[in-house]
Each structure stands twice: as structure tokens, then as C-alpha cells.
């Protein structure tokens, strides 16, 4: 099984930039689909993006889509979020998350491993 561990959060001003990474320890990292998502202070916790095992697809939700891209290095056994152009409506702890089906990430069903989460605050 692999494990998650996200890093990269911080605080930021409006239209900055953050990279998050997700390193998977174990060696089935390439074997999983992988996603991002996040939840903000009384909300509940949304989908962000998703990449398909081998970067063959990616899907993002409407509210990120053309300010956020997912990748991933299997190499490296790490899942980044490159995030650009940063609202204060984005401030909330992102989790990096992995499932054998792609479906299951991007419809936000039970997904088998999560990573314990890092804050990302943008400042107005």
C-alpha cells in the first residue's frame, strides 16, 4: 500500500503561486490514480484535480480549471499541484489522495489512501 505525505501549503498573497508535492512512499505509486483535494474552514471537502496513472489524462473542476495544473513523476513517486494565479476563496487544506480508479477521484467517491493535509492560505 502506499503512503501520503503532502507538502508545499503556506500563506500567499492574492495572484501568487504555490507547488504543492504528495510523496508516496512503496513502489505501487505508478500503479495509482491520484487527485487533489481540499477543504476550506466550515465547508465540506471538494475535488481539485485529477491525473490518471500515467499522466494520460487529467481532469480539474471548474473553479480551478486554467489557474491550477496536476502532473506527477513516477520516478520520484510524487504528485504535484502547480497553482497559480491564487484567490483568497482557494485558502484551505489540500489533500493528495490515490485510488485505483480514476471515476472514483473525479466524482469524489471513497478513495482507498489520503494524506494528512497541508494549509494553503491566501491573504487579500
Known amino acids: 500500500q502506499v503512503q501520503l505525505v503532502e507538502s508545499g501549503g503556506g500563506l500567499v498573497q492574492a495572484g501568487g503561486s504555490l507547488r504543492l508535492s504528495c510523496v508516496a512512499s512503496?513502489?505501487?505509486?505508478?500503479?495509482?490514480?491520484m487527485g487533489w483535494f481540499r477543504q476550506a474552514p466550515g465547508k465540506e471537502r471538494e475535488f481539485v484535480a485529477a491525473?490518471?496513472?500515467?499522466?494520460?489524462?487529467?481532469y480539474y473542476a471548474d473553479s480551478v480549471k486554467g489557474r491550477f495544473t496536476i502532473s506527477r513523476d513516477n520516478a520520484k513517486n510524487t504528485l504535484y499541484l502547480q497553482m497559480n494565479s491564487l484567490k483568497p476563496e482557494d485558502t484551505a487544506v489540500y489533500y493528495c489522495?490515490?485510488?485505483?480508479?480514476?471515476?472514483?477521484?473525479?466524482?469524489?467517491?471513497?478513495?482507498?489512501?489520503w494524506g494528512q493535509g497541508t494549509q494553503v492560505t491566501v491573504s487579500s
Open positions: 489522495a490515490a485510488d485505483p480508479r480514476f471515476q472514483s477521484i473525479v466524482t469524489s467517491r471513497p478513495l482507498e489512501r
Open positions: 512503496g513502489s505501487t505509486f505508478s500503479r495509482y490514480n
Open positions: 491525473i490518471s496513472w500515467n499522466s494520460g489524462s487529467t
